[in-house]
């Protein structure tokens, strides 16, 4: 850079390659946990790079409306260090917590999820897409994450978790109407049939019986629409 040679990189690699210890870090610069690059130039450290994710403002409200909605457990799965994950899942309420993953470790812990029922993943990155992909409902968060978004089975537009639990009540209250659609419009018509061939309708009426279940089902389902 501008002349000069920089070595960006884990301790042990800076350190094999130039000279000096890293400056101290006071206790309020540094991040608990946090994933630590050292910075030489010209062959000698100069710096200290911190790299952490920090917790979501809304992650604990959204665990907490995921229990009420009757998501039995939540893991947390991070390629982030150990300290940093735990205190992150701690703080957001979840199960358990699992740090230093690569992608086949993620999809490695689902898998193992995924003997007590079905999974789904919340990711939005590059190294969430493998687990995406293999969740039984694969959610990507953002629309930035391109390898993320077309690996999931559904995209959260933003980069807000808080619209996840609304998306799983309106598709519980969806499919609740689907079932009620489909049990109402099968047993009228079997009510209808069953008169049809008693001698009770004409094949006039029963046509048009046949057209009022149809118009009552569509009415039905369109409460769907309804926030």
């Given at each position: 850079?501008?002349?000069?040679?920089?070595l960006?990189g884990?301790?042990?690699?800076?350190?094999?390659?130039?000279?000096?210890a890293?400056?101290?870090l006071?206790?309020?610069?540094?991040?608990a946990g946090?994933?630590?690059s050292?910075?030489?130039?010209e062959?000698?450290?100069?710096?200290?790079?911190?790299?952490?994710?920090?917790l979501?403002?809304?992650?604990?409200?959204?665990?907490?409306?995921?229990?009420?909605?009757?998501?039995?457990?939540?893991?947390?799965?991070?390629?982030d260090?150990?300290a940093?994950?735990?205190?992150i899942?701690?703080?957001v309420g979840a199960?358990?917590?699992?740090?230093r993953l690569?992608?086949?470790g993620?999809?490695?812990l689902?898998?193992a999820?995924r003997?007590h029922?079905?999974?789904?993943?919340?990711?939005?990155?590059?190294?969430?897409?493998?687990a995406l992909?293999?969740?039984?409902?694969g959610v990507?968060v953002?629309?930035?994450g391109?390898a993320a978004a077309?690996?999931a089975?559904?995209?959260?537009?933003?980069?807000g978790?808080?619209?996840?639990a609304?998306?799983?009540a309106a598709?519980?209250?969806?499919?609740?109407?689907?079932r009620?659609?489909?049990?109402a419009?099968?047993?009228l018509?079997?009510l209808g049939m069953?008169?049809?061939?008693?001698g009770?309708?004409?094949?006039?009426?029963?046509a048009?019986?046949?057209e009022?279940?149809?118009?009552a089902?569509?009415?039905?389902?369109l409460?769907?629409l309804r926030a």
């Amino acid at each position: 850079m501008e002349g000069r040679r920089v070595l960006v990189g884990g301790a042990a690699f800076v350190q094999a390659h130039a000279e000096g210890a890293p400056p101290p870090l006071d206790a309020e610069e540094g991040l608990a946990g946090a994933t630590r690059s050292l910075v030489a130039v010209e062959g000698h450290v100069a710096g200290v790079l911190l790299f952490a994710d920090r917790l979501r403002p809304e992650a604990p409200a959204l665990v907490a409306a995921l229990r009420r909605q009757g998501v039995a457990r939540v893991e947390l799965a991070s390629g982030d260090t150990e300290a940093r994950v735990s205190a992150i899942g701690r703080a957001v309420g979840a199960d358990a917590a699992s740090a230093r993953l690569d992608p086949s470790g993620k999809v490695a812990l689902l898998r193992a999820a995924r003997t007590h029922g079905p999974v789904m993943m919340l990711g939005d990155g590059l190294n969430d897409a493998p687990a995406l992909a293999a969740a039984d409902v694969g959610v990507a968060v953002g629309v930035r994450g391109a390898a993320a978004a077309q690996a999931a089975d559904a995209v959260l537009l933003g980069d807000g978790l808080g619209r996840l639990a609304e998306v799983l009540a309106a598709a519980t209250r969806a499919r609740a109407i689907a079932r009620q659609s489909v049990v109402a419009g099968i047993g009228l018509s079997t009510l209808g049939m069953v008169a049809a061939a008693a001698g009770y309708l004409t094949p006039v009426q029963g046509a048009l019986l046949q057209e009022a279940i149809d118009v009552a089902v569509i009415l039905n389902a369109l409460r769907a629409l309804r926030a």
